[in-house]
């Protein structure tokens, strides 16, 4: 089976759709590689994949190999340099870079723990200042891969008109067609609700993984209760099919803004805390929104904090003159050179999904080692 190489499986789940899995997804993704781990995502949403565009991998195609598929690369593992011209809050500039020296890639079994320390119920946003003590100013990274129906397709525009049977079909292909790298995670980003996909990938998982290789579900939510009580249910999706629920997180929990710092709850707050603690499952933390994690993906550019620095000339709104939809712009003049992880550093959402992925790691690895004892 292609999973032979991946050490720990997660899926990213959630019964509601538009909370944002796919933007959980790739910032898992991005965390776990800036702490050292190698790590591939595989989306399974086959009606709205979503994946290639936050990675930037829209011209990409995937490659047939004997056996299989091949995934794209993201990113391999190397070392990044300092942040360019980049300082945290508290004044001094954080780990990281942009021109990167290749290291030897494979797995990391331990991986390097994230810097900041964890909220037991909420993810923060300051970094922490002991990563900026750190004696080299340098950052290894590991290797990113990613595989996607939308990599398969003739046009991003092309639609999927399929039934149950072939959604299934493809969802079992991908888990036993592609020739992943070794892996330390391999995130799965699923469409929403509990339907044919997420039976097929349950079923598929639990009888061809390896003992502790599939690890359990990460459950993403909105604070609003029309998202909770969609959410409820693939909680006790996981729980009918033996799924363990890691950890949830609560996206969307508030919105700081940009010019004032002030924050607002757009859509409340809390309702992914309170859930989680009905069911008994750790709360992972919560996620604000933040704009310039969209100038990131949509427009490939270094975030940048402060007011009127990102605002267009001639009282241009941020992101007009640009069409959104087809992609045009994208790669164009605007757009900053060097790796995504590199510039996902500079985005205020970096600190609070260390926190998030110290937790996760650590869940993950007392996991592993309760079910190889029970074994």
Not at 324 to 352: F, I, K, M, P, Q
Not at 358 to 367: A, D, H, N, S, Y
Request: with cysteine; proline share 6%; net charge negative.
């Amino acid at each position: 089976m292609s999973l032979d190489n991946v050490k720990h499986i997660i899926l990213v789940l959630s019964g509601k759709g538009g909370v944002g899995k796919s933007s959980i997804t790739t910032q898992l993704a991005l965390s776990l590689s800036l702490a050292s781990h190698s790590v591939g995502i595989l989306d399974i949403d086959l009606t709205g994949p979503s994946i290639p565009r936050l990675l930037g991998l829209e011209e990409a195609k995937i490659t047939q190999a004997p056996g299989g598929w091949l995934p794209v690369q993201v990113h391999g593992g190397q070392v990044l340099g300092p942040i360019p011209n980049a300082t945290s809050q508290g004044g001094e500039a954080q780990n990281g870079g942009v021109n990167g020296t290749p290291i030897p890639t494979g797995t990391n079994g331990t991986g390097a723990a994230a810097t900041a320390e964890a909220n037991s119920t909420s993810a923060h946003l300051e970094p922490d200042d002991s990563a900026n003590s750190a004696p080299s100013a340098t950052k290894p990274i590991g290797a990113l891969h990613a595989i996607s129906l939308a990599l398969l397709l003739p046009s991003r525009s092309s639609a999927i008109v399929w039934r149950g049977p072939k959604k299934t079909a493809m969802v079992r292909q991908f888990l036993t067609d592609v020739l992943w790298p070794p892996l330390d995670y391999l995130l799965i980003d699923t469409p929403p609700g509990t339907s044919d996909e997420h039976i097929s990938l349950a079923e598929t998982l639990q009888s061809k993984s390896l003992p502790g290789q599939l690890a359990g579900a990460v459950v993403v939510t909105t604070p609003q209760a029309v998202a909770i009580s969609d959410v409820r249910k693939e909680v006790n999706f996981c729980r009918k099919v033996g799924i363990e629920v890691l950890g949830v997180v609560e996206n969307m929990s508030g919105y700081v803004c940009e010019c004032c710092g002030e924050r607002s709850n757009l859509f409340g707050k809390g309702g992914g805390e309170v859930m989680s603690g009905s069911f008994g499952v750790p709360f992972l933390g919560q996620v604000p929104v933040d704009g310039q994690w969209g100038v990131l993906v949509e427009e490939g550019r270094r975030p940048v904090y402060g007011g009127v620095l990102n605002r267009g000339v001639e009282g241009e709104g941020e992101g007009e003159g640009r069409d959104v939809e087809s992609g045009e712009g994208r790669g164009s003049e605007g757009r900053d050179e060097g790796l995504l992880v590199d510039r996902y550093r500079s985005c205020e959402l970096c600190g609070a999904f260390e926190g998030i992925t110290r937790q996760l790691v650590e869940i993950v690895e007392v996991t592993n080692v309760v079910v190889k004892a029970a074994v």
